[in-house]
């Protein structure tokens, strides 16, 4: 039987006309524009956490000048890299611009993936209701979906990479074989580019893929198989590597040489164990994948869909927790929700299916070799599984043994495999019911051969079955939803107050409704299907039916995970913004540290005010406003993997004591932070414990916070504004003791020990303003020191270049309070002269007497950028030599 069905499937899926990728097309553009209407709209814009419009419109990220090289100085001193590299979504940045992009690319990289789906059933030679129905599942997968949502396109795209990567691995043979191996290794560079470190824990699955199945498809002795999937595995990975050149410059450098903790001794791995688990999924979310919302879905959702799980939750609130809460709160994140992993009851029963079609030795829709295949994306998607519970099961610790498994920082990036994995089981699902029912010799059998009489026994168990499931899951629903007061009461216990409990658990009590009814429709689809209800001319009814009950159940899911921002509002300015973007580059700014008012013993009304404008701030302002208005900011919005030089600088100059309280001002000093948001009244504060004797805190313009106009009862930070007013609680202080951007020095230090110099930074008797310590042994000034005649002034300051124009009387060392990298490069009068490192990570020159201009230059490595692009350029030579030589084949067998 299995083999006739194989020949009836080529017979179906020979080269031709593919009506069916424009049907599914059709279907992803009713689906999606209906969804995502709202982009239609003018001044809509998608919401994105990671990165925000604001953050592709600082000048930092302009393209196409982005690809050879990035400085995004708007954070701390600024940090660097190779460039932004040459994939499809920053492609779509530059043409479409950051407006179009926050408006289109999410849906678009869905819509994509869902094509990209089809391209791997469609080369797996599946029927053409399982390429239809395996693209919507790809689209509409909570995965995907909702890390598109949550500015994460990179999730997508580098899932579509990868499918293309297993399209090119099928079929194929003689010189054909190869050539396809290095296609698909273009493929996965572009994934790599995409997607960073997510895509190459993606592209492990490609390597094993491409070993495996020559493994199970080829004839021949063992030594012979694992030979050509060795070096079909070299092809892929070779070719990737050569595409991808320029992201793994990016990752190796921000990753692994660049950043902080990445010796791989068992004492550094200990050490970083909480940090590098503390995204993990708990084992009883992993219901999730079956029930969407189950745990909720954001942190802000509204009507009770707040996230309320574990994942994300810094370990030390398990111990908290474990120890009857003793002792103050942790300060880490209690928990951290923006993505989901729902596969839905409709997607499970065509994997579930697939599974059970592969342990049939009888009968079963599928080849010896396809069982195999549909048994390694099973293993993988529960091995990954496992690997994703983190910390809170044994399985990873195995995995992080590995040398730079610490480097990967979240285990339930995991999850990622098992989705992939159930939608591929999925694909051979519908498959295998469009052999058996669609396709093959049933699927035109005699109306009095359909019917429950004459139902085999398989798919009697399998109705019996599904109607057992469907009576357990209601089942299941009543008991949950009669257990409302105690799920009330756990979520009080972890921080939830009474009335945001019983909006959470009414709305968690329904996601479990709305389960049941999908499965119940989903299990009803399959029970017609599978008992010839649908059978004959109604055959294809049976596909229509299914995809129906997939799209409605996964679009409603999904809908929580869409939310627009108005970008009028989100992004509007007010009168500290307008201030602060007067000129930025003279002086930084900064909010006050959260451990401020713990230092304090302060009344409520004061702490409540404070904390009301410092989630103004660093929610509000500092991750979108001051991006869009190019205004500096000390404070670091989002840097998972710190740089040394930044970990040893803040730890250098922190404050652990009332002692070391003036540490904060030296920071501020030697950082050219020259503006406090905080309460009016702290300026005195400052004054007396953080500069005393020197007073060089003042206030400059005290305002209030306020609903925009039109605006009554504000729900969000974008509702509000910041307005001066004379009497106004909040101010705009400025620290006059702020070393300023650019200056002139005649004293000079060598201090070619790094230690000593963060030490001498930190001590009280050393004065900044008046010496510069020099990590490069430079001969010290030989003139008489003097700085009275000296000058310098700033004729242009952008990210990768820097102008100024000098002029003293002697010999002077000239200091920029920017971040110091071996990227830039300094001349004077146009000459190349030697880069000082000064005071620790600043950037300095040494300069002779007289008048000079000086320019500061960012000059990143483009030869992984050329690298790059040479194999994408090869990849579309070989793509095209590859279309023009296929041949169809109709004899040809199947891949899968």
């Not at 010189?175 to 824990?201: C, I, P, Q, S, T």
């Not at 809908?559 to 007067?582: A, F, G, H, M």
């Amino acid at each position: 039987m299995a083999n006739d069905l194989s020949s009836q499937l080529s017979r179906s899926t020979a080269p031709g006309k593919s009506r069916d990728f424009w049907v599914l097309l059709g279907c992803l553009l009713a689906v999606f524009v209906t969804l995502f209407h709202k982009s239609l709209l003018p001044g809509y814009i998608l919401h994105n956490n990671d990165n925000p419009f604001g953050n592709n419109v600082q000048a930092g990220m302009n393209l196409p000048e982005g690809f050879t090289g990035v400085w995004l100085g708007l954070n701390w001193l600024g940090f660097g890299n190779d460039g932004m590299p040459p994939d499809l979504s920053c492609l779509a940045l530059w043409l479409a611009g950051p407006y179009g992009f926050a408006k289109f690319w999410q849906p678009l990289s869905l819509i994509i993936l869902g094509l990209c789906g089809w391209v791997f059933f469609k080369a797996s030679r599946f029927h053409p209701a399982a390429c239809v129905l395996g693209g919507l599942a790809f689209a509409l997968h909570s995965d995907p979906f909702s890390n598109a949502c949550w500015g994460q396109v990179s999730r997508p795209m580098s899932l579509a990479a990868m499918l293309l990567a297993l399209s090119a691995l099928q079929n194929g043979s003689g010189v054909r074989f190869w050539l396809k191996a290095l296609l698909a290794g273009a493929a996965v560079g572009w994934g790599l580019m995409e997607g960073f470190d997510v895509a190459a824990l993606l592209s492990l699955v490609i390597g094993a893929y491409a070993v495996y199945q020559v493994w199970v498809s080829e004839e021949g002795s063992v030594a012979r198989r694992l030979f050509r999937g060795v070096i079909r595995l070299v092809l892929v990975a070779g070719f990737a590597a050569l595409v991808s050149a320029q992201a793994l410059s990016t990752l190796t450098g921000a990753a692994i040489k660049g950043a902080s903790g990445m010796e791989q001794d068992s004492q550094t791995k200990a050490r970083r164990w909480d940090w590098a688990t503390q995204w993990s999924l708990p084992k009883a979310e992993t219901l999730s994948i079956l029930v969407p919302g189950l745990f909720g879905y954001r942190m802000d959702t509204p009507d009770g869909g707040n996230y309320w799980g574990a994942g994300g939750r810094d370990p030390a609130w398990d111990r908290y927790f474990e120890s009857d809460m003793q002792g103050p709160p942790p300060p880490g994140f209690l928990r951290f929700g923006g993505a989901g992993y729902t596969s839905g009851p409709v997607i499970l029963l065509g994997a579930l299916w697939a599974l059970l079609q592969s342990l049939r030795r009888g009968d079963s829709a599928f080849t010896g070799q396809q069982k195999k295949l549909v048994w390694f994306w099973a293993g993988l998607g529960l091995v990954s599984l496992l690997l994703a519970w983190g910390r809170f099961a044994p399985f990873y610790q195995l995995f992080y043994a590995l040398p730079f498994a610490s480097v990967i920082r979240n285990p339930s990036k995991f999850v990622h495999i098992t989705d992939w994995a159930i939608v591929v089981l999925f694909g051979f699902g519908v498959q295998a019911l469009s052999l058996t029912y669609w396709k093959g010799r049933t699927a035109t059998a005699p109306a009095n051969n359909n019917g429950w009489r004459n139902t085999p026994g398989f798919e009697r168990k399998w109705v019996i079955g599904s109607v057992t499931a469907v009576a357990a899951a209601l089942l299941g629903w009543l008991v949950y939803a009669s257990s409302t007061s105690q799920l009330e009461a756990y979520l009080q216990h972890v921080q939830f107050d009474a009335a945001t409990a019983r909006m959470i658990a009414r709305f968690s009590v329904g996601q479990v409704g709305w389960f049941v009814l999908a499965l119940a429709l989903g299990s009803g689809v399959m029970a017609l299907v599978v008992t010839r209800g649908l059978a004959g001319r109604r055959a294809q009814w049976g596909a229509i039916l299914l995809g129906a009950v997939l799209v409605g159940d996964m679009a409603r899911a999904n809908r929580p995970w869409i939310v627009y921002w108005d970008c009028n509002q989100k992004y509007s300015t007010n009168d500290v913004l307008e201030r602060l973007q007067t000129r930025p580059h003279e002086g930084r700014v900064v909010g006050l540290p959260q451990w401020f008012l713990e230092a304090f013993q302060l009344p409520d009304q004061i702490v409540g005010p404070q904390q009301y404008l410092d989630q103004l701030y660093r929610v509000q302002w500092a991750q979108h406003q001051f991006l869009q208005c190019n205004i500096q900011s000390l404070d670091v919005v989002q840097l998972p993997r710190p740089p040394q030089d930044y970990l040893d600088f803040e730890s250098a100059l922190a404050v652990r004591s009332a002692e070391t309280l003036p540490l904060l001002t030296r920071k501020w000093e030697l950082t050219n932070t020259r503006y406090v948001l905080a309460l009016s009244a702290f300026a005195d504060l400052l004054n007396r414990q953080f500069d005393p004797g020197k007073n060089r805190f003042r206030l400059v313009e005290t305002f209030r916070i306020a609903p925009r106009p039109g605006v009554r009862q504000p729900r969000r930070l974008e509702d509000l504004t910041a307005a001066f007013a004379p009497d106004g609680p909040y101010a705009l202080i400025e620290f006059a003791g702020a070393l300023p951007r650019a200056g002139l020095y005649t004293r000079w230090q060598t201090v070619t020990h790094d230690d000593e110099a963060l030490k001498q930074l930190a001590d009280p008797a050393f004065d900044p303003a008046r010496t510069v310590l020099v990590s490069e042994p430079i001969p010290p000034p030989s003139e008489p020191v003097g700085t009275d005649a000296s000058r310098v002034e700033i004729i242009r300051y952008e990210p990768k270049r820097i102008a100024l124009k000098t002029g003293a009387d002697s010999s002077t060392l000239l200091l920029l309070n920017d971040r110091h990298t071996p990227n830039w490069e300094v001349k004077v009068d146009g000459e190349p002269a030697p880069l000082l490192r000064c005071n620790y990570l600043m950037r300095g020159v040494r300069l002779p007497a007289g008048e000079h201009q000086v320019e500061f230059v960012l000059k990143t490595n483009t030869r992984p950028l050329k690298i790059s692009l040479a194999g994408l350029g090869i990849s579309a030579l070989l793509g095209a030599v590859l279309f023009v030589g296929a041949r169809p084949s109709r004899n040809s067998a199947t891949a899968v």
